[in-house]
């Protein structure tokens, strides 16, 4: 079974940074690919950026030049670091970890969800 414990939300000053933090936890899986989508009030949860096993990334066009996203495979986290935070960025950031069960098939998980807020 995988558990996802996500850390490092907040309220912040536009302009301001943010880290998240997502530990994933599971004996015998594999953590493939990373990602975090976000999700605004009445609006519907949006890829924000990925990365893969290798290290390939992928951004929305939207957080391009002012996210960056990374893992540590050691310790099965992936990270998202926010720099240049706009109102527009104020959702809930849920983490996904697509994971695989030796011989089982691939499977998406998803973190609890954590509040980013930018606002003066």
């Known amino acids: 079974q995988v558990q996802l414990v996500e850390s490092g939300g907040g309220s912040v000053q536009p302009g301001g940074s943010l880290r998240l933090s997502c530990v994933a936890s599971?004996?015998?899986?594999?953590?493939?690919?990373m990602g975090w989508y976000r999700q605004a009030p009445g609006k519907q949860r949006d890829l924000v950026a990925t990365?893969?096993?290798?290290?390939?990334?992928d951004y929305a066009d939207s957080v391009k030049g002012r996210f960056t996203i990374s893992r540590d495979n050691a310790k099965n986290t992936v990270y998202l670091q926010m720099n240049s935070l706009k109102p527009e960025d104020t959702a809930v950031y849920y983490c996904?970890?697509?994971?695989?069960?030796?011989?089982?098939?691939?499977?998406?998980?998803w973190g609890q969800g954590t509040q980013v807020t930018v606002s003066s």
């Open positions: 990365i893969t096993l290798g290290g390939s990334t």
């Open positions: 599971g004996s015998g899986y594999t953590f493939y690919t």
């Open positions: 996904n970890i697509n994971a695989k069960y030796v011989l089982s098939r691939l499977t998406a998980y």
